[in-house]
């Protein structure tokens, strides 16, 4: 089978949940994607385009009176059989994360204590508004989604956010505990 890029299994993935339209798959990524995965939308419609070509979906036009003509787009048995065997195959490796606060810290002797300490705090509160949003998010699965057979997979990968925004608000708290008790 073909090996396709990650953009192309998550719109495949996107597509078992419902959303049908180029919107639809944009907002689904918007409200929930975001948090671990990037998409941009100008990746959307190149790899929609992309899976109609290789039989992976199809698209329909419907139309809707007073608007533009809308595609929709269904997965066929082989991207079907695509996005499962993708699933089953092992992560390539472990993801590397990018983190400008951390990049500062790192080269912090040529700054400020209190640039540094600006800048950490700064982080903190990112961090506990990330937190609320997950949080959120996670009140709105589990009262508007129960019926969802995805629900509990989406709870899991929200628990991780969670858990990843709470360790490193705990980081911010003792690295600024500690930086706070340096002598100028």
Not at 14 to 20: A, D, E, P, S
Not at 29 to 34: F, G
Not at 153 to 160: A, Q
Request: proline share 3%; aromatic share 12%; net charge positive.
């Amino acid at each position: 089978m073909k090996k396709y890029n990650h953009t192309t299994y998550a719109i495949l993935g996107i597509l078992t949940t419902g959303c049908r339209s180029g919107y639809a798959i944009k907002q689904l990524i918007d409200n929930s994607l975001k948090h671990f995965w990037k998409i941009s939308y100008g990746q959307i419609y190149p790899t929609l385009k992309l899976i109609v070509e290789e039989e992976l979906a199809t698209v329909r036009s419907s139309a809707q009176e007073g608007k533009p003509v809308r595609k929709e787009y269904y997965l066929t048995p082989k991207g079907e059989e695509a996005l499962r065997d993708w699933l089953e195959k092992p992560i390539e490796q472990a993801p590397v994360e990018r983190n400008e606060m951390l990049l500062k810290l790192f080269f912090g002797r040529h700054q400020s204590k209190e640039s540094t300490l600006l800048h950490l705090n700064d982080y903190k509160k990112k961090l506990e508004n990330r937190y609320q949003t997950y949080s959120s998010i996670e009140q709105m699965i589990s009262t508007h989604e129960q019926n969802q057979q995805d629900a509990t997979y989406w709870l899991f990968t929200l628990d991780y956010g969670k858990r990843i925004t709470k360790a490193a608000i705990d980081w911010c708290e003792s690295t600024i505990k500690q930086i706070s008790n340096w002598e100028d």
